[in-house]
């Protein structure tokens, strides 16, 4: 009986404001409005709260397309210690590898970090950018993305990529040839070398271009970012839409490893032991012949980015 009769006031209660409701949308009122959302908020003001405080996995908003070898990783480190930043810690390699891709964007969400909303998160997997199939499906996945893709000195991306590998097949007891043996066919540079390929930036550049403006692609000088690197963060954060919370302070030059370390909140960060590693050997003849062979292809990317590097 107690429950009835309180059932009845209630229903009597929103009939009331129901018809007040009515009356002032009659009159150009505004309470109706405020009632409504009352109405309904009150039943979902617990989740709605809880929900903006809710971490989440979400596709990422900017993606590192590239280069290999170029200064990814240290780009996504100290992009990371912006407070307005999230980033996933492995390479994703989603767009690239189609075995990756087959699973769908809900599988690459799971790849993303957990984070609150308002807050950028960023992948970076440097095979994007000399990948053909690759910015065809970023812009499936959001054609609003925003892409950095950061560059050095052509020459040198090559032979780091070579020492990369070799450390590689070093540490696997594996057989190697001399770069000079990869790189030099009769005499003249091999152009089928996989290394030099991804060296041709205009190529790669032209292909992401066709599918996205260039306003939406962000150059970051890789060669830059290893002598000084706040000036560079600091158009990434602009880029980014991001407010300006990256400073000086946050860097340190390391003397004992030859580049900068990072510092947040008291603690400091370094690259692992494999950045700054020593270049494999390779003659001050064939080097010069590389970097002549890069010349054509470098101002054909410089006009294409509207800017120049000190390459070799």
């Known amino acids: 009986m107690f429950w009835t009769v309180v059932l009845a006031l209630l229903i009597l209660l929103l009939e009331t404001q129901l018809c007040l409701c009515l009356l002032e949308l009659r009159n150009g009122g505004s309470r109706s409005t405020h009632f409504m959302t009352s109405l309904f908020s009150s039943s979902s003001s617990s989740s709605s709260s809880s929900s903006s405080n809710d971490t989440q996995q979400r596709l990422p908003g900017a993606i590192i397309i590239g280069v290999r070898k170029g200064g990814t990783r240290a780009l996504l480190e100290m992009l ?104 030099l066919h009769q005499g003249d540079i091999n152009p089928q070398y996989k290394a030099l390929q991804r060296s041709l930036y205009h190529q790669h550049l032209t292909r992401w271009l066709e599918v996205f403006p260039r306003e939406q692609i962000h150059v970051v000088d890789g060669d830059a970012l290893i002598r000084d690197p706040f000036p560079e963060l600091q158009k990434a954060e602009r880029f980014l839409g991001l407010p300006a919370r990256i400073s000086a302070g946050n860097f340190y030059y390391n003397t004992t490893k030859g580049f900068y370390c990072l510092l947040s909140r008291g603690r400091d960060k370094c690259l692992d032991e494999s950045k700054g590693r020593p270049h494999a050997p390779l003659s001050p003849q064939a080097f010069r012949k590389l970097c002549r062979y890069f010349r054509r292809p470098n101002r054909l990317f410089f006009s294409m980015v509207g800017r120049s590097f000190s390459w070799c």
């Not at 699973?103 to 994007?128: A, C, H, I, S």
């Open 80 to 183: 990371n210690l912006h407070p307005d930043v999230d980033v996933a810690k492995a390479e994703v390699h989603y767009f690239n590898v189609e075995e990756h891709y087959q699973q769908g964007l809900d599988w690459y969400r799971g790849q993303m970090p957990f984070t609150l909303p308002g807050k950028l998160t960023v992948e970076k997997t440097p095979g994007y950018f000399s990948s053909p199939q690759v910015p065809a499906r970023v812009w499936a996945m959001n054609p609003a993305v925003r892409l950095l893709l950061i560059v050095r000195d052509p020459a040198e991306r090559l032979v780091s990529d070579y020492t990369q590998v070799l450390h590689n097949r070093l540490e696997r007891h594996k057989p190697y040839q001399p770069l000079e043996e990869i790189l």
